[in-house]
């Protein structure tokens, strides 16, 4: 099992470029969730979907958008890059039921210039 | 609202000594707290969380942590500390929103250097 993928790896935007990060599950999770992480300031939540067809808004989520067509995929989207939204990102998933840990993917770097 | 305090951006301990990194928390309701790991370049890895029961929970590579209902606090501990400990440690609160989702609140994280 290959458990939570993230597509690229790596990107280097120019500002105002558009782009779309990849998540993929195969734990057959209900929720999943996007994060950004910044030096000094932890992880903090971009967007989250509790279900296919379900998103919701973060802590964070200016700039961004979300969409979960399927249940294994989950896809974050930049309509029009900016600086700040250089930062690594992080997708996630966990189980619905219960009180359970979070499962996260590798992570995409993002430079945005 | 919920909230994660890790009041040392860098612990440092010696190859062999205890170790010990700090986490308090406010949160409403019953706390459902977490630690993670994270190694360079790599994603956060689920070490242990609590629930309900007992204070002292026991988790992954033999860390294990203390939670104190009156303190609020959540440290996390090793009685012997390794070099491939070291890493960066975030611990984590979990709320219930109005939606019936289930979300995380991180601290800033702790940066736990062991030296040999």
């Known amino acids: 099992n290959a458990g939570v993928t993230q597509t690229p790896k790596f990107r280097v935007l120019k500002t105002g470029q558009s782009m779309t990060l990849l998540c993929a599950q195969d734990m057959n999770h209900e929720y999943m969730y996007w994060y950004r992480q910044d030096p000094g300031m932890g992880l903090r939540l971009i967007h989250y979907s509790v279900g296919e067809g379900t998103t919701a808004k973060g802590e964070v989520p200016d700039g961004y958008n979300v969409s979960r067509l399927k249940k294994q995929n989950f896809l974050l989207g930049l309509e029009s890059a900016a600086p700040s939204q250089t930062s690594v990102y992080f997708c996630?998933?966990?189980?619905?039921?219960?009180?359970?840990?979070?499962?996260f993917g590798p992570g995409t770097r993002l430079t945005v210039l | 609202a919920q909230s994660v305090a890790q009041p040392e951006d860098q612990v440092n301990v010696a190859e062999g000594n205890p170790l010990t990194v700090k986490c308090t928390y406010s949160v409403s309701g019953n706390p459902y707290l977490f630690w993670y790991v994270q190694y360079p370049n790599r994603g956060l890895q689920f070490l242990l969380k609590?629930?309900?029961?007992?204070?002292l929970v026991k988790g992954s590579y033999g860390f294990e942590a203390e939670f104190n209902k009156s303190q609020t606090s959540f440290h996390l501990k090793k009685p012997s500390a390794l070099v491939s400990d070291s890493a960066l440690y975030f611990c984590?609160?979990?709320?219930?929103?109005?939606?019936?989702?289930?979300?995380?609140?991180f601290g800033k994280g702790t940066k736990l250097s062991v030296i040999p």
């Open positions: 996630a998933t966990g189980h619905r039921a219960g009180v359970n840990e979070q499962f």
């Open positions: 609590y629930i309900t029961g007992d204070n």
């Open positions: 984590a609160v979990e709320g219930r929103s109005g939606a019936g989702s289930y979300q995380l609140t």
